[in-house]
């Protein structure tokens, strides 16, 4: 089946840091979107990204929607203590509601 | 108004018993799906209900696996006999449209978290 590359696995970073994290595919799609999962709650829509070099942003948080359909970036800007969490790619397939997901970055903020 | 819940939210057994996760969707959507997440690794597509029937049941790993949505309402997931690889976190989701993903307006419940031991 699809299956969708995301790195890094993990992330230490301190207060205040900018993150910067990707997801790379092998097939086309027509839609990227990135999650995040807070401990003990369901994964949340962050950014939804609908067309090749879209670039979107929300609030501190910037995706891309690479030119080639195949990868996409997050990047977060002045990290803050509640942006720890797992963000996770997905893409949603053609003609189906079906998402597939990457394998999640989790974020750990360093006091 | 109340949002996708879960239960259990955690459930520990025994390799070959058998467990019931249960997701009551958000009142009045009509697409039900599970996912399931094993430690570490993607988050996976189960299946996909339209009210009470199945749309999509191809993420479904085997025949161990049950779910049902009786009445197009709450939705069961029996896992029987249970065993180690299927631990993992199981996430219920629930949404009105079917593209509802676009929007933001596909709701994931906490998550019933399984251990089989």
């Known amino acids: 089946g699809q299956q969708l590359n995301q790195s890094p696995q993990s992330m230490f970073i301190q207060e205040g840091e900018d993150v910067s994290m990707n997801c790379t595919s092998s097939?086309?799609?027509?839609?990227w979107l990135w999650y995040k999962q807070e401990p003990g709650e369901g994964p949340v829509l962050l950014i939804a990204?609908?067309?090749?070099?879209e670039l979107t942003s929300n609030g501190r948080l910037t995706a891309q929607f690479g030119i080639t359909r195949k990868d996409s970036f997050l990047n977060i800007s002045a990290s803050i203590p509640s942006d720890v969490g797992i963000y996770f790619c997905?893409?949603?397939?053609?003609?189906?509601?079906?998402?597939?997901f990457g394998t999640g970055t989790r974020l750990t903020i360093i006091p | 108004e109340a949002g996708v819940t879960q239960f259990p939210s955690h459930s520990v057994i025994e390799k070959g018993q058998t467990v019931t996760l249960r997701c009551d969707p958000i009142s009045g959507h009509d697409n039900l799906y599970w996912y399931r997440r094993v430690m570490g690794k993607e988050i996976k597509f189960l299946l996909h209900?339209?009210?009470?029937?199945?749309?999509?049941e191809s993420g479904m790993p085997n025949n161990r696996f049950l779910a049902e949505r009786t009445g197009g309402t709450y939705s069961t997931l029996k896992v029987q006999p249970a065993e180690l690889e299927d631990s993992g976190v199981y996430f219920c989701a629930s949404s009105q449209g079917i593209w509802a993903f676009h929007t933001g307006e596909l709701f994931f419940g906490e998550g019933s978290r399984l251990t089989v031991l």
């Open positions: 097939s086309i799609f027509n839609t």
């Open positions: 990204l609908y067309k090749a070099g």
């Open positions: 209900f339209v009210k009470e029937s199945k749309q999509d």
């Open positions: 997905a893409v949603a397939g053609f003609g189906n509601e079906k998402l597939t």
